[in-house]
């Protein structure tokens, strides 16, 4: 009959299952084999996920570590050599001078006589004629004053540094000499002598 139920007669398909598929033995260890196939993949995939990450984060460290290297330069300055001498230690001598003043003695820088020779006048000549003398004159140096001897006897006269004097000269026939004698402040003296013969 046309209407009749399907799947009865003997030329009916097989029932399909769920999702059409055909009722197959088989079919359920074919599902099994392809999730076990597809878990490996998976598992495969993930592995290789993990080692390119890992192979990476090596290159990454690789990376950074050669961009962290920091290149130390020691830079060495050399000097000259300075040679110090050694230190000359001087010793310092403390003198203790004692300056003694003294007065500088006296000098006579001059002295002169108005003649060294007296012609004495003849025993018949008038006694009018008075004695001849001579005139004594000096200049001194340091010197408070001057005396005059006549003939080696005591001082015959006290005068100042500078001056002159007029002295009678016995007319013997005889050389007679004048002693100056300068004296300074300090007792120092100084002398010279000057001769004045006389003859007839």
Do not use: F
């Not at 830079?75 to 004692?98: D, F, I, L, M, Y």
């Amino acid at each position: 009959m046309a209407n009749g139920t399907e799947g009865s007669g003997p030329d009916a398909s097989p029932t399909q299952g769920d999702g059409g598929t055909p009722n197959d033995p088989g079919a359920p260890d074919r599902r099994r084999l392809l999730v076990i196939v597809l878990g490996a993949a998976a598992a495969v995939i993930a592995i290789a996920i993990v080692v390119a990450l890992l192979v990476g984060g090596d290159d990454d460290d690789s990376t950074n570590a050669a961009s962290k290297t920091t290149t130390t330069v020691a830079v060495v300055t050399t000097k000259p050599a300075v040679t110090v001498a050694p230190a000359t230690t001087s010793a310092t001598a403390t003198t203790s001078a004692t300056t003694t003043t003294t007065s500088t003695g006296p000098v006579i820088t001059s002295y002169t006589a108005s003649t060294m020779s007296i012609a004495c006048p003849a025993p018949t000549m008038s006694t009018q004629v008075g004695p001849p003398s001579v005139t004594l004159a000096w200049t001194t140096q340091n010197a408070t004053g001057v005396t005059i001897s006549v003939d080696g006897s005591g001082v015959y006269g006290t005068y100042g540094p500078n001056g002159n004097t007029t002295i009678t000269v016995p007319c013997n026939g005889q050389t007679h000499t004048y002693l100056l004698t300068a004296k300074a402040a300090n007792g120092q003296t100084a002398t010279r002598t000057i001769s004045v013969a006389t003859h007839t």
